[in-house]
């Protein structure tokens, strides 16, 4: 039986899934992404490394938006969304560009995947509707050893922005369980593993001046600027409202190194 966490996020998802229009995306700029992207999304895709014939698991793939460009970068893919709808209109995308996956109506918390099996998870801004303990058990059993957990989430580490969001009706399409992750919460998240990369991405003063600023190349001129910022001025991370990290499970016995050319604010487990 669902729970009352999953039944508000298939309600959920159910009103998302009859608001999206299947549109051609840009695959290019996700196949060979800078280390110095100013898009998060795009640095979690460099994050990726040579993906070829890997079997990568997108956890909360919802509508597949990020399925085709994983499937375009040579990754064996297994989209995973407890959300029927979402999974059908993902299906419908795959049709469209012409490529193949495998997707799951499944729950994050039980994917049926056999123990040490998945070389990459990717969770693009899916965490964050989840029961954290739960789903990080789950990702833990199904990596491998040397595998890599990449996730990129909302944030709010400033208690000071966090009671001012709470000022603002909240969007549509958003359950009462999800909440952008605090301080505690991810680094709590990050236990067992090795944090390998992490990067914050676009303080406050972004949203408000693009929303002003609907000319494409000044909107790229903010992000760029924020995120010279916040590489400058680490300090200023504690004000960012996204993180992009890659983890690798924790063997006890070695480290590795940080992925080259990316940005490492503080200790293993400090945000």
Known sequence: MPTAHDSAEIARSASEASKIRIRDADLARYQNPPADTCYPLEYAFYLLGDA??????????????????????GARVIGIDISPHLIAIARERLQRYGIDAELQIASAYETRLTDQSVDVVFCMSVLHHLQLDRVKNEIRRILKPDGLFILKEPVRFSWTMEHLRKLFPPREDVSEFEHPLNSKQLNTLAEGFQVLARRSFRTPVVPLLTRMIQVPHLKKRILSGDARVLTHFPR????????????????????????????????????
């Open 52 to 73: 070829q014939d890997k079997l990568v698991v997108d956890l909360g793939c919802g509508a597949g938006e990020e399925v085709v460009p994983l499937r375009y970068r």
């Open 236 to 271: 200023v991370a504690h004000f960012a409202t996204v993180r992009v990290m890659a983890l690798r499970p924790f063997s006890g016995d070695s480290v590795s190194a940080p992925v080259p050319g990316t940005t490492y604010f503080g200790g293993r487990h400090t945000a």
